[in-house]
């Protein structure tokens, strides 16, 4: 085959939907996710096993050379949801909506349209109470939607930096009810980015969508990285992440490790938690 074309047998053989991952939550099967950007990628994941794939608005940093996720637009995000669908056929694929794509419940079902159209199964959006009529809305009408609360990058700017969030106790509680209102509206999935650990816990035992961590310890249903730090292409690397190409001896090496590690509560290990 000329030029690389990513190869689509083995690994997943099932395509993984909403039900899936709620059936894995009821039943203590932790899955895996990883945010990736192309084609050849999406196959290896498909190959690996991993479950959901985010087409993230990170893609902003770590393809595009942004310092934030802000200046994405929705013709990058579109461009790499149709990537990522070409690669796979099996894992769940979410894409996310750009800065400011998203403001009023209008503008995010028009947006959301275009994502789900490009290929996406899911939408992600980033934010809490306010978001509560958006995702009803995009729910009511057929759209999957990921919440995402704790550290929310496309408000860098009003947060003063990437940061943990949650840590007192107001604010804890206030990413809690946020979750507990994103979960009644509807939303099917929600990533935790950078909060402490038992606020994660306490989040998923209260909601019954899966939670995704991300700096959010080992209590979530799920796990996500950025392939970049999965393979150790990044110059200043969170906390959080782990370059797993270090234990392996390629690159679908360093992805079967990452997948194992999450199904298996290996990773995140105390290294990689916040309390
Ligand atoms: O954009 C992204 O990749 C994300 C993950 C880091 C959760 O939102």
Known sequence: MPYGTPATT????KAITTLTL????QEGIKFATVALYDAPMAAMAKKTGVEVLLVGDSLGMTV?????????????????????????DKSL?????????????????????????AGAHMVKLEGGAWLVDTVQMLSDRGIPVCA??????????????????????AKANEILEDAMALDAAGADL???????????KKITDAVSMPTIGIGAGTETDAQVLVINDILGLTEQPPKFS???????????????KYVNDVKTGVFPDAEHIFL
Do not use: W
């Open 10 to 13: 083995g690994g997943l053989t």
């Open 22 to 25: 709620r059936k894995m939550k």
């Open 64 to 88: 595009l050379g942004y310092d934030s996720t802000v200046p994405v637009t929705m013709e990058q995000m579109i461009y790499h949801v149709e990537a990522v669908k070409r690669g796979n």
């Open 93 to 117: 694929i979410m894409g996310d909506m750009p800065f400011m794509t998203y403001a009023t419940p209008e503008q995010a079902l028009t947006n959301a349209t275009r994502i789900m159209q």
């Open 148 to 169: 995402h609360l704790g550290l929310t990058p496309q408000s860098v700017n009003k947060l003063g930096g990437f940061r943990v969030q949650g840590r007192d106790d």
């Open 190 to 200: 929600l990533v935790l980015e950078c909060v402490p650990s038992t606020l994660a």
């Open 242 to 256: 782990k370059n797993f190409l270090v234990e392996a001896k390629d690159i679908p090496g360093a992805l079967e």
